[in-house]
């Protein structure tokens, strides 16, 4: 019975902290999206991504998470027009030229979705969100975009997964009834952006916890705030800082910084921190005007590190309806 009290605190010390927390992402600025949807239909074509990370390797019942989304503009203006922002026949869309013939978006909506699953132990959080954004240009030179997704998040105890003594003990029959939980999932974002730089703001889980499984905790709203800035070094080489900050109570605030050298718009290379948990590396290639790929590997810096071998995190993108055959994104870089 000692055993199995000891089993039960464990657990429940380890779902407060999935059900708090949700799953990070290295390369956020390329999945913004997740956390922000106000960056629904930003792009010129239909963006499509799937990821998956596997966190602290090595570790049993560590966090694997992956994901599925797709976004696409509707406005025939924004998406037929022969946009100055744009070179013909896939030219390198970060070149000076680009940033001196830059023109505000025109007016339009963008739709998605994003599916993620979050396997940690032997607990499973599954959430599925359509999104919806509008866009307009304030200035010559100056967008903004407001945002909002809905939908649904599922969480799952299972209790195959768990070593336990007696499985007619109360407290296991109890956490057994307990079955698979959905909730209503809402969020809200703001994206202000331009040719060299992005600011956004977003809201996740909105609508706190209703019904959230008793023994993973309450599910609590998450607070983001992004940013980033484009310096060129030269016609084909840009430097790309940014940051994240997002704090979800009673947690303490997170902050992730990260910085990327492209190379006209084929190859990056980026490093990471994210404060009082890991470093990072990070490459990727922008392979086609069809294809991209991109990949990060995190080295722990607490305690994790003396049990795990690192995180590891791919990124696969499509560029869908890609009329202008560009091969690296405009907006969203």
């Keep these: 019975m000692r055993r199995l009290l000891l089993l039960l605190c464990i657990l429940i010390r380890l779902s407060n902290a999935v059900a708090q927390q949700r799953p990070q992402f290295t390369q956020y600025f390329f999945n913004n999206f997740l956390i922000n949807p106000a960056i629904t239909g930003i792009e010129r074509y239909i963006d499509v991504k799937a990821g998956y990370r596997n966190q602290w390797v090595g570790l049993s019942g560590a966090p694997i998470t992956s994901f599925v989304y797709a976004y696409a503009p509707i406005g025939k203006n924004y998406i037929s027009s022969n946009a100055g922002s ?4 896939g ?4 070149s000076r ?4 013939t830059y023109m505000a978006a025109e007016p339009h909506h963008g739709v998605g979705f994003h599916v993620v699953t979050d396997q940690s132990g032997p607990f499973n959080s599954t959430a599925l ?6 866009h307009m240009g304030l200035a010559p030179r100056l967008n903004l975009s407001v945002g909002v997704s809905g939908g649904i998040s599922m969480d799952k105890l299972d209790l195959s997964k768990i070593d336990v003594v007696s499985q007619n003990d109360p407290a296991v029959i109890a956490t057994a009834n307990l079955g698979t939980k959905i909730n209503p999932d809402a969020g809200l974002g703001l994206w202000l952006y331009g040719p060299t730089f992005f600011v956004g703001a977003s809201v996740q889980q909105l609508l706190g916890s209703l019904s959230k499984i008793t023994i993973a905790g309450q599910e609590v709203p998450h607070y983001y705030l992004t940013g980033g800035y484009k310096f060129f070094i030269s016609d084909e080489i840009s430097l790309i800082p ?3 900050i997002k704090y979800a109570s009673p947690t303490p605030v997170s902050v992730d ?5 492209m190379f006209k718009d084929i190859f990056w290379l980026g490093a990471g921190y994210r404060k009082n948990d890991s470093f990072s590396a990070m490459a990727g290639f922008n392979i086609s005007s069809l294809l991209n790929i991109s990949y990060a590997y995190d080295i722990s810096t607490s305690q994790l590190r003396t049990v795990s071998n690192g995180s590891h995190e791919i990124v696969l993108g499509l560029l869908l309806n890609n009329k202008y055959r560009v091969t690296c994104p405009q907006m969203l870089w």
């Design 91 to 94: 030219n390198n869309p970060n």
């Design 129 to 134: 969100n359509a999104t919806y954004a509008y």
């Design 242 to 244: 940014s940051a994240m």
């Design 257 to 261: 910084l990260n910085a990327k050298a």
């Design 86 to 89: 744009f070179s013909e026949n």
């Design 97 to 100: 030229s680009y940033m001196q």
